[in-house]
Nanobody, 127 residues
Framework: QVQLVESGGGLVQAGGSLRLSCAAS????????MGWFRQAPGKERELAAA????????HYPDSVKGRFTISRDNAKNTVYLQMNSLKPEDTAVYYC????????????????????WGQGTQVTVSS
C-alpha cells in the first residue's frame, strides 16, 4: 500500500497560480504511475493530470491543457501539479493517486485504474 500526502492547496484569485505537492511512501515510487484528480461539490471525480513512472509521458484533459503541468522527482518520492491561469471552475478538492506501472500503458486516466489515494487538498479560486 502507498501512503500519499498532498499539500499546497489554498485560496487564490482567478489568474493566479498554485503548486500542489504529493509525498509518497510505502512502495518504490519509481514503479508507480501517478495522477492528480479533482472533485468539485456535486460532481464526479475527474482527471486533472497523469504522469508515467519515469516522467516521460504526461496526459491532460482539454480543460487544463496549457495551464497545468504535472511533474515528478523520483529521488524525493514526490509528484507535483503546477497550476497557472487558474479559473473559478478549477475550484475543487485535488487528490493524488498512485497505480502500479504496466508495460505498454504509460499513464492511467480513469479513477478505477488507481489503487491508492491521498486525503485531498482544497483549491479555491475566487473570481
Amino acid at each position: 500500500q502507498v501512503q500519499l500526502v498532498e499539500s499546497g492547496g489554498g485560496l487564490v484569485q482567478a489568474g493566479g497560480s498554485l503548486r500542489l505537492s504529493c509525498a509518497a511512501s510505502g512502495r518504490t515510487f519509481s514503479s508507480l504511475a501517478m495522477g492528480w484528480f479533482r472533485q468539485a461539490p456535486g460532481k464526479e471525480r475527474e482527471l486533472a493530470a497523469a504522469i508515467s513512472f519515469n516522467g516521460r509521458t504526461t496526459h491532460y484533459p482539454d480543460s487544463v491543457k496549457g495551464r497545468f503541468t504535472i511533474s515528478r522527482d523520483n529521488a524525493k518520492n514526490t509528484v507535483y501539479l503546477q497550476m497557472n491561469s487558474l479559473k473559478p471552475e478549477d475550484t475543487a478538492v485535488y487528490y493524488c493517486a498512485a497505480a502500479n506501472a504496466r508495460f505498454f500503458v504509460p499513464v492511467f486516466t480513469s479513477v478505477d485504474e488507481y489503487s491508492d489515494w491521498g486525503q485531498g487538498t482544497q483549491v479555491t479560486v475566487s473570481s
